[in-house]
């Protein structure tokens, strides 16, 4: 357990620390010093920016070698940010220096060149877009946009559709219990954006808007994630437990990696490492403990090794007896 601590702060760190370097170079470009040495301070922000984004890609990256693409990447990326975060004037020096700004064009399009090739030959081999826009873009960012498309699709469409169940599987339903609480959570969500709008816009006007947009977006999901339970039963075949939470969760245990059922787990076990609570507000009435371990990759990319599977369902009965006769 501190070993995943100890990863998971690593992980933040190494998000945050050039974040707050670009961001503490981006206020410097505001001083009267930098007003004064404008072409000085352009060449420090561009190196700044290129130099925090490469320094935390080779801290992440295994061994600390990352490859040549992703070193590019991260060049170019500092290249676009010090030209758009950078203050006015400092921006203008940096635009002014026309042999740095061909530099600077030629490496963004030198990795955009590169990366097409690459996803033009995995969008061949996968008819993935998600995963053909991921040698483009950070692969997290891609799953984070594409999971969040998902959401507002399913908030806005799908009314009606019936759930997701392959054939030959067997489908067993959990969101009776997760989406009344889900609906307290809607509602109380609708009054605090109305509340929170009235109260903010007698301040700021754009701050309001602001704060009306997340609270929409927040509303919005929870009426995904609704329907997404409703949408993504738990599935049972004759080779595999698919386990899901709506988008949130989906695992698929093969039933020869299943040891057996065991009858209850504590809320401190729930909590565990190796054990995935697909149980959403909610305490879980089916455990899995398997024979060998499994690996679960969430929707954001993170990994982590599981030996236990423990998740709710509305009538927990059907699918422990469907389950015995097949294991």
């Not at 997290?140 to 019936?162: D, I, N, P, Q």
């Not at 995935?276 to 398997?290: D, E, F, K, Q």
């Not at 690996?295 to 030996?307: C, D, Q, S, V, Y």
Request: charged residues 15%; contains cysteine; glycine residues 6%.
């Amino acid at each position: 357990m501190p070993q995943a601590i100890l990863s998971r702060s690593k992980g933040v760190l190494l998000l945050l620390a050039p974040l707050l370097a670009i961001l503490a170079g981006r206020l410097a470009t505001h001083s009267e010093i930098a007003s004064s040495n404008l072409r000085t301070t352009a060449l420090l922000f561009l190196w700044l920016c290129a130099d925090a984004l490469a320094l935390a890609l080779i801290a992440k990256a295994p061994a600390n070698r990352p490859g040549l693409r992703s070193m590019l990447g991260a060049i170019a990326a500092g290249c676009i940010v010090a030209t758009l975060a950078a203050a006015a004037p400092v921006r203008a020096a940096l635009l002014d220096m026309h042999a740095l700004v061909a530099a600077m064009g030629l490496t963004v399009l030198a990795y955009l060149v590169w990366s097409l090739l690459l996803a033009a030959q995995t969008f061949r081999s996968t008819h993935s877009a998600q995963k053909a826009i991921g040698r483009i873009l950070p692969e997290k960012l891609v799953g984070f946009a594409a999971h969040e498309t998902h959401m507002v699709r399913l908030a806005l469409f799908s009314w009606g559709a019936a759930p997701h169940v392959p054939a030959g599987a067997q489908s067993y339903a959990y969101h009776r219990v997760i989406n009344p609480m889900i609906a307290v959570f809607l509602v109380l969500q609708v009054i605090e954006v109305v509340v929170v709008d009235l109260l903010v816009s007698h301040w700021s006007e754009r701050a309001a808007l602001v704060l009306l947009a997340l609270g929409i977006w927040g509303a919005l999901f929870l009426v995904a994630l609704m329907k997404a339970f409703r949408l993504y039963p738990i599935l049972l075949d004759n080779t595999e437990v698919r386990v899901r939470a709506g988008t949130v969760i989906d695992l698929r245990v093969p039933l020869d990696a299943i040891d057996g059922i065991d009858p209850a787990i504590s809320h401190d076990e729930t909590k565990a490492h190796d054990v995935l609570n697909a149980a959403i507000l909610s305490h879980p009435n089916v455990v899995l403990r398997l024979s060998r371990p499994l690996e679960h990759r969430g929707f954001l990319g993170n990994k982590r090794t599981i030996n236990r599977v423990a998740f709710r369902l509305d009538e927990p009965g059907p699918f422990l007896e469907a389950l015995k006769l097949r294991l």
